[in-house]
C-alpha cells in the first residue's frame, strides 16, 4: 500500500532555500511519475515539478531555476530542493505519484495522480 509522507517544509525569508522530502512510495509501477504539487489558500492545487522512471524532469514555469526535483532510489524518496523562494512560493505542499500510463503527458494535472501525502507547509516571508 502507497503512503506518502512529506517533510521539511518550514517558514524561511524572501531568498532562501528549503528541501521537501517524500517517501513512502516504494516504486510499485515499473513505470511511474512522481510529483510535487501545491496549494495556496483560496487557489487551486498547481503542479510544481514532476519527474518520470529515468529521471526525466518537469517544471512549471513559474519555479523554472530555482527549484529542482530530483529522486533516491535506494532510500525511496523524492526530493524538491527549493532555492530563491518569494512570498508567492508560500503554500501547502504536496507529493504525488501515480503509474505513468495515467499520468503520462500532463505530468503537473493533479487529477492524474491517486497517491498523495497529507501536504508540508511552506511559507515564506518577504
Known amino acids: 500500500q502507497v503512503q506518502l509522507v512529506e517533510s521539511g517544509g518550514g517558514s524561511v525569508q524572501a531568498g532562501g532555500s528549503l528541501r521537501l522530502s517524500c517517501t513512502g512510495f516504494?516504486?510499485?509501477?515499473?513505470?511511474?511519475?512522481m510529483g510535487w504539487f501545491r496549494q495556496a489558500p483560496g487557489k487551486e492545487r498547481e503542479g510544481v515539478a514532476a519527474i518520470v522512471t529515468g529521471g526525466g524532469a518537469y517544471y512549471a514555469d513559474s519555479v523554472k531555476g530555482r527549484f529542482t526535483i530530483s529522486q533516491d532510489n535506494a532510500k525511496n524518496t523524492l526530493y524538491l530542493q527549493m532555492n530563491n523562494l518569494e512570498p508567492e512560493d508560500t503554500a501547502m505542499y504536496y507529493c504525488?505519484?501515480?503509474?505513468?500510463?495515467?499520468?503520462?503527458?500532463?505530468?503537473?494535472?493533479?487529477?492524474?495522480?491517486?497517491?498523495w501525502g497529507q501536504g508540508t507547509q511552506v511559507t515564506v516571508s518577504s
Open positions: 504525488a505519484a501515480d503509474s505513468f500510463f495515467r499520468c503520462r503527458g500532463r505530468l503537473l494535472a493533479s487529477d492524474n495522480y491517486n497517491y
Open positions: 516504494g516504486h510499485p509501477y515499473s513505470a511511474y511519475c
